[in-house]
């Protein structure tokens, strides 16, 4: 089966972004996945000639919660569950917020390999902040600018170290 790799992180960040640029128009229906019915968040993308998929868990519906920290959590368990490999997603230009700490503390807790993804970062100036992601604890930070199409390729190669 084609490894599966979860987009994670709170709303805003740029995961639906990146998810776009990556799918590049190949978004299919892929995969039956229990708890997760939106067909349209999954596409089949390849990287050096390795097809994986990819999931925009930010589109995820959580039922009965209209809490965003809920439905982040949910989130975050249906892609911990359901994922080979997790792409956590932050914000250079916001750095670290609380509700990042919070996935994180998720994410570390579970066994899955994850890739620390720090989006928006289009400028030289946002490449040098991200250093403070250390500290979420899930290692090296990957400064990338989904919108500009920065930092991709350097992303890609960790997500598939870890499959
Ligand atoms: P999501 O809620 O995590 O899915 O985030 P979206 O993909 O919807 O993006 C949220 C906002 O961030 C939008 O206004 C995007 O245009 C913007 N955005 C996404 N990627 C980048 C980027 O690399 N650089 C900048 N400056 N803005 C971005
Ligand atoms: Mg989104």
């Given at each position: 089966a084609k490894p599966i790799v979860a987009i994670v992180g709170r709303?805003?960040?740029?995961k639906s972004t990146l998810f776009n640029v990556l799918a590049n128009e190949r978004i299919s229906i892929v995969e039956d996945i229990p708890g997760v019915t939106r067909d349209r968040l999954y596409a089949t993308t390849e990287w050096l000639d390795r097809e994986f998929v990819?999931?925009?868990t930010g589109g995820i519906e959580i039922a009965n919660t209209d809490k965003i920290a809920v439905s982040i959590r949910e989130q975050a368990q249906i892609a911990i569950r359901e994922a080979d490999v997790i792409l956590f997603v932050c914000d250079a230009r916001t750095g670290i917020t609380?509700?990042?700490a919070e996935v994180a503390k998720l994410l570390r807790k579970s066994r899955k390999p994850?890739?620390?993804a720090v989006n928006k970062a289009d400028s030289f100036k946002q490449e040098m902040e991200i250093f403070e992601f250390y500290?979420?604890?899930l290692g090296e930070p990957i400064p990338i600018s989904a919108a500009n199409h920065l930092g991709l390729g350097d992303?890609?190669?960790s997500v598939m170290d870890k499959v």
């Open positions: 709303p805003n960040v740029g990819i999931i925009d609380d509700e990042d994850i890739v620390l500290n979420l604890g992303m890609l190669d």
